[in-house]
């Protein structure tokens, strides 16, 4: 038979969660807050930093600790609705997002669960991160997914419905916030527009460099495109804008990073 240049691989089987997921998501309705943020004298820092000792700050861990502090702050951003028509506020932000691992050679992408990132610092996060990297497939979410996605899609999504009935068992097994990045694979300013299941989730964007007024000189700068995503079934336009200032600060002023080279 002639060869008409093209070929037949598997189907990812993590990819299934993305099937069920988008299913779920189609049943919120989300607004969207493009915004960027000065990231120029955070990511100094971490360059500075990394000159002096050789080691990275993990930019992600940095947002993750701004996203907890901002969440702690009005945790009715994470509020979770239950079938009886209540809000569930929990104290903890749980964290889901996305890291980039090796399986068998290969680099895939798999989700971790960063717990109550409102009560940890900058290093906490960051150790959890590499740890998580290093041994992600003897944890607990590793071996809930390797069965899960291997069951029929009826039953998949029968679950999902139920556990998303169930604040206690979502934040167990979703968190309460989602952040992913988009922009950690190519260069410039871009932003994404995300498929979500939580009450907020933030996605991170490109990062452009363009020259900017400061005290009335003009200098380059370096913008992070930040999507904001919120459930507006929960959450209002006025608490929201005031989270996304809230977090803005944080992340433009450095939060967490003169702590975590302090005690280097």
């Given at each position: 038979?002639?060869?008409?240049?093209?070929?037949?691989?598997?189907?990812?089987?993590?990819?299934?969660?993305?099937?069920?997921?988008?299913?779920?998501?189609?049943?919120?309705?989300?607004?969207?807050?493009?915004?960027?943020?000065?990231?120029?004298?955070?990511?100094?820092?971490?360059?500075?930093?990394?000159?002096?000792?050789?080691?990275?700050?993990?930019?992600?861990?940095?947002?993750?600790?701004?996203?907890?502090?901002?969440?702690?702050?009005?945790?009715?951003?994470?509020?979770?609705?239950?079938?009886?028509?209540?809000?569930?506020?929990?104290?903890?932000?749980?964290?889901?997002?996305?890291?980039?691992?090796?399986v068998d050679g290969h680099r895939i992408i798999r989700p971790h669960i960063l717990r109550a990132v409102n009560r940890?610092?900058l290093r906490e996060v960051y150790e959890e991160i590499r740890a998580f990297q290093t041994e992600h497939e003897s944890?607990?979410?590793?071996?809930?997914?390797?069965?899960?996605?291997?069951?029929?899609?009826?039953?998949?999504?029968?679950?999902?419905?139920?556990?998303?009935?169930?604040?206690?068992?979502?934040?167990?097994?979703?968190?309460?916030?989602?952040?992913?990045?988009?922009?950690?694979?190519?260069?410039?300013?871009?932003?994404?527009?995300?498929?979500?299941?939580?009450?907020?989730?933030?996605?991170?964007?490109?990062?452009?460099?363009?020259?900017?007024?400061?005290?009335?000189?003009?200098?380059?700068?370096?913008?992070?495109?930040?999507?904001?995503?919120?459930?507006?079934?929960?959450?209002?336009?006025a608490p929201a804008a005031r989270f996304i200032q809230r977090l803005k600060e944080l992340v433009e002023s450095g939060?967490?990073?003169?702590?975590?080279?302090?005690?280097?």
């Open positions: 038979m002639e060869n008409i240049g093209y070929e037949v691989v598997p189907f990812p089987k993590i990819r299934r969660l993305m099937v069920d997921g988008g299913r779920l998501a189609r049943q919120k309705h989300l607004i969207h807050g493009l915004v960027e943020m000065d990231v120029t004298d955070a990511r100094r820092l971490i360059r500075e930093h990394k000159a002096k000792t050789g080691e990275t700050i993990s930019f992600t861990a940095f947002i993750i600790v701004c996203l907890g502090r901002a969440v702690d702050m009005n945790k009715h951003m994470q509020a979770i609705r239950t079938w009886r028509e209540k809000l569930v506020i929990f104290e903890d932000v749980d964290v889901n997002t996305m890291f980039e691992v090796e940890k610092s944890g607990r979410e590793a071996n809930f997914i390797g069965w899960f996605v291997l069951l029929p899609a009826f039953i998949r999504r029968f679950f999902l419905g139920m556990l998303f009935k169930n604040p206690h068992w979502l934040k167990d097994m979703n968190g309460t916030v989602s952040l992913t990045s988009v922009g950690m694979f190519g260069n410039g300013g871009g932003w994404g527009i995300p498929v979500s299941n939580h009450t907020l989730q933030i996605t991170l964007g490109g990062v452009a460099e363009r020259p900017a007024l400061v005290n009335g000189q003009l200098e380059n700068r370096e913008y992070l495109c930040v999507t904001v995503t919120l459930d507006h079934d929960i959450v209002d336009g939060y967490g990073i003169s702590e975590f080279i302090e005690k280097v």
